[in-house]
């Protein structure tokens, strides 16, 4: 099991820029992939917003956010971020980080992630 730590949510204007972060410890030798979801309010479902490769550090974002979001990641400190930008009213929500179960699961499904954070806030005021 791994154990994820999420970080850096806050208070922002659109327009804005935050760095969210995402620890993880525990059995980080068996990470393949890792992805961010976010909860939307009003939403049922935890929306998928980009995940990387571990290894390769090949990503995938969503298109909602390709553009104004990046994932990435440090392998040596085994940490994991989003770094968001030109932020939006409708990027608010709650954000989790998560470990993928491998690379042949499929990225986009919350149910393919094993491991979760207990999230960061992000509120986007206009």
């Known amino acids: 099991q791994v154990q994820l730590v999420e970080s850096g949510g806050g208070l922002v204007q659109t327009g804005s820029s935050l760095r969210l972060s995402c620890a993880a410890s525990?059995?980080?030798?068996?990470?393949?992939?890792m992805g961010w979801f976010r909860q939307i309010p009003g939403h049922q479902e935890r929306e998928f917003v980009a995940?990387?490769?571990?290894?390769?550090?090949?990503?995938v974002h969503d298109d909602s956010v390709k553009g104004r979001f990046a994932i990435s990641r440090d392998r040596t400190e085994n940490m994991l971020y989003l770094q968001m930008s030109a932020l939006k009213s409708e990027d608010t929500g709650l954000y989790y980080c998560?470990?993928?179960?491998?690379?042949?699961?499929?990225?986009?499904?919350?149910?393919?992630?094993?491991?979760w954070g207990q999230g960061t806030q992000v509120t986007v005021s206009s």
């Open positions: 998560a470990r993928r179960r491998s690379l042949a699961t499929f990225y986009r499904s919350a149910a393919s992630y094993d491991d």
């Open positions: 525990g059995r980080t030798s068996t990470i393949e992939a």
């Open positions: 995940s990387i490769a571990w290894e390769t550090g090949n990503s």
